[in-house]
């Protein structure tokens, strides 16, 4: 039988499982019979003593699916988050807030396979030096952020431009509805209105 605890149960009862500056959940590994997951808006009661001083967060297989509460690892400078449940951007936008992350492991979510996926954590965490364990090469960290800040007014100018590509079309198609409508409003009186 498969016990599911929260990790804030698990740092509150289990004080052992923090090794100085180091956490490691991994359910299959540390607690047998254990689930261990970190879900959503936790981290926001997890005592301050254990997020400012933990330095490498790993939540490898804990079902997140997001990462809203990593905000609060301020001084975090690894974290693993691999096979998860992370599938859009907004999962993991809240690494920006580790102003001190250097290596990311993100392997096994859905987020992953989205385009520019790597290029947007460079844009959040300019200081990362690893990705899912693969150096960045450091001269290519900042072209990268200034083609992704392209790349995203890129994007906003295409929904704009469609945006009112498609209200232009709409708008022609109301025009040429109301003008068939009247057309057969008059072709009906000239119709009837002869054979009267």
């Excluded at 052992?16 to 926001?44: H, K, M």
């Excluded at 290596?103 to 859905?110: A, M, S």
């Excluded at 990268?144 to 469609?162: E, G, M, T, V």
């Amino acid at each position: 039988m498969i016990r599911k605890w929260s990790l804030l149960d698990v740092l509150t009862t289990k004080p052992g499982v923090l090794s100085t500056n180091d956490l490691s959940i991994r359910a299959q590994s540390n607690f047998t019979g254990v689930e261990i997951s970190f879900v959503d808006e936790e981290g926001a009661r997890i005592p301050s003593k254990y997020t400012k001083s933990i330095q490498k967060l790993y939540l490898s297989s804990n079902l997140l699916s997001n990462l809203h509460s990593v905000e609060r690892f301020i001084n975090i400078l690894e974290i693993s988050v691999a096979y998860n449940k992370l599938r859009y951007y907004e999962d993991i936008s809240s690494l920006k807030y580790c102003p001190k992350l250097v290596k990311v492991d993100l392997r096994g979510n859905q987020v992953t396979s989205l385009p520019y996926v790597y290029d947007y954590l460079l844009y959040l965490c300019p200081q990362l030096k690893y990705i899912d364990d693969q150096l960045i090469r450091s001269y290519s960290k900042e072209r990268d952020a200034i083609f992704l800040q392209a790349r995203l007014k890129y994007q906003k100018l295409k929904n704009y431009l469609s945006t009112g590509i498609y209200n232009e079309l709409r708008n022609f198609m109301v025009s040429s509805i109301t003008i068939k409508r009247e057309l057969n409003h008059e072709i009906l009186q000239t119709v009837y209105g002869h054979h009267r």
